[in-house]
């Protein structure tokens, strides 16, 4: 055998070595592709047996607390400020004084326009004694008797203006920070301070259009704060009359007592909706849950396999969910390593205790 017939031999193997190792990796990862092939590896999981009890069927919803009645407080009028009469934080009754504006202007107009209401006053009583002596027409009376009229509104319009000069509580409640200083000079768009009607409050809220039907006013509902476990009640007053298109939520209001002063205004609040007692409701540890794009999922067990199913969910607590509708009781539920599993998957399954 010559040298160049060995050259063809060895690039023949070469060629033949090569291919063979194509098609046994080719061979191989399509093994490994098949759910139940010979490198697909059981999954660990633990799983628990779903069963039926007897639970009160609510809705967790987030809302936050309006006061009662809540205003800015600013003034009608512009001028210097002489006195302020409360403090920051003060508890203030319906009327007291809150500040007092310079008034010396005003007080001299009134005085000018008090005295021109005198004269035009006697202008009139003269007026009048002459026309009935036929001493003057009909039309100069008139004219008394008008400037009497207006002597007698320019008054009336500068009292008016006196009073606002003084700023008083329109409603009890609570002062918030002060804005201005004595000596300050304020108009309509000065913000003098804030007024909260707090013993009261308000709970807003927004009910998904699926359960709208179920609001009534009267209807009870509870809700709690941040870091306080406390469970305050509260009574539904007042429901929007139409469902948002943007959110497609309905806005339902309830009012609660607040003598404490415990609850502030602003404060986000996790109120919880009864909407009926469920006697064969099905509860799951809330890890079990895969939240997906157009709703929520779980596996269960079949066959050796993990099977999704879409769910319907309910109330929650700190470590369950309950189940409306996807799975019944007897079911086996998968309850770790959800979050990787995919349908069809080969599970090695050991129950929870």
Excluded: W
Excluded at 135 to 147: G, K, L, P, T, Y
Excluded at 233 to 241: F, G, L, M, S, T
């Amino acid at each position: 055998m010559n040298k160049k017939s060995i050259i063809y031999l060895l690039l023949a193997c070469a060629v033949f070595g090569g291919g063979y190792f194509l098609i046994t990796a080719k061979k191989d990862k399509k093994e490994a592709d098949k759910p139940n092939g010979k490198k697909d590896m059981p999954v660990p999981a633990q799983a628990i047996i779903a069963k039926s009890s007897v639970a009160d069927r609510s809705i967790n919803l987030s809302g936050s607390i309006d006061a009662e009645e809540q205003v800015e407080i600013r003034s009608e009028v512009s001028g210097r400020i002489t006195k302020i009469y409360f403090s920051e934080g003060q508890r203030i009754k319906q009327g007291e004084p809150l500040i007092k504006i310079d008034d010396i202007e005003l007080q001299a107009q009134l005085r000018q326009a008090q005295t021109t209401n005198q004269l035009n006053a006697e202008n009139e009583r003269r007026a009048k004694l002459l026309l009935q002596k036929g001493a003057i027409s009909q039309e100069e009376f008139d004219i008394a008797s008008a400037a009497l009229k207006t002597s007698l509104a320019q008054i009336q319009l500068i009292q008016a203006q006196i009073s606002k000069t003084t700023i008083r509580a329109p409603f009890s409640g609570m002062i918030g920070l002060r804005n201005i200083s004595v000596g300050a000079i304020v108009s309509s768009s000065t913000l003098i301070t804030n007024l909260v009607k707090d013993n009261l409050v308000k709970i807003t809220f927004a009910v998904p259009e699926k359960y709208s039907n179920i609001i009534k006013i009267n209807m009870p509902i509870e809700f709690s704060v941040a870091n306080d476990p406390t469970v305050i009640k509260a009574n539904i007053y007042a429901v929007e009359p139409q469902v948002s298109l943007n959110t497609r939520t309905l806005t339902v209001r309830a009012r609660a007592t607040n003598d404490q002063g415990k609850l502030k205004v602003g404060s986000f609040v996790n109120v919880i909706v009864p909407i009926e007692v469920e006697n064969d409701a099905i509860s799951i540890p809330t890890e079990a849950i895969v939240p997906v794009q157009d709703g929520k999922k779980v596996f269960v067990l079949q066959h050796g396999l993990a099977k999704e199913v879409k769910v319907e969910t309910g109330a929650r607590t700190d470590k369950d969910i309950v189940i409306l509708s996807g799975i019944s009781a007897g079911d086996t539920v998968l309850t770790t390593g959800v979050l990787s599993l995919k349908d069809g998957a080969k599970v090695k399954v050991s129950l929870a205790n």
